[in-house]
Nanobody, 114 residues
Framework: QVQLVESGGGLVQPGGSLRLSCAASTCIIIYAMGWYRQPPGKKRELVATISTAGSTGSADSVKGRFTISRDNAKTTVYLQMNSLKPEAKAVYYC?????????WGQGTQVTVSS
């Protein structure tokens, strides 16, 4: 079982940047990792994923602005978010997946407002 702890959320102005971190309780080299978000009153949605080989994918709404990366040695996954827009306001969740097993963190709040 993997425990995931997100950090790095907060309040940022439109156009600003934040870097989210997801610290895992164990080595994540065999896990596909991802970031999801849940805006207020909406369903959870995929933001970005990174495979065990380092291949990445992201939602069209964040392409070119958000970057997911992983540091297997530090058991950490990052989400660099640039040019933030107000609609990015959400709780951001880290996800780890291995075959049929799936693990979630508790989430970190991101608010984009002037």
């Amino acid at each position: 079982q993997v425990q995931l702890v997100e950090s790095g959320g907060g309040l940022v102005q439109p156009g600003g940047s934040l870097r989210l971190s997801c610290a895992a309780s164990t080595c994540i080299i065999i896990y596909a990792m991802g970031w999801y978000r849940q805006p207020p009153g909406k369903k959870r949605e995929l933001v970005a994923t990174i495979s065990t080989a380092g291949s990445t994918g992201s939602a069209d709404s964040v392409k070119g602005r958000f970057t997911i990366s992983r540091d297997n040695a530090k058991t950490t996954v990052y989400l660099q978010m640039n040019s933030l827009k107000p609609e990015a306001k959400a709780v951001y969740y880290c996800n780890a997946r291995l075959y049929l097993a799936e693990y979630w963190g508790q989430g970190t709040q991101v608010t984009v407002s002037s």
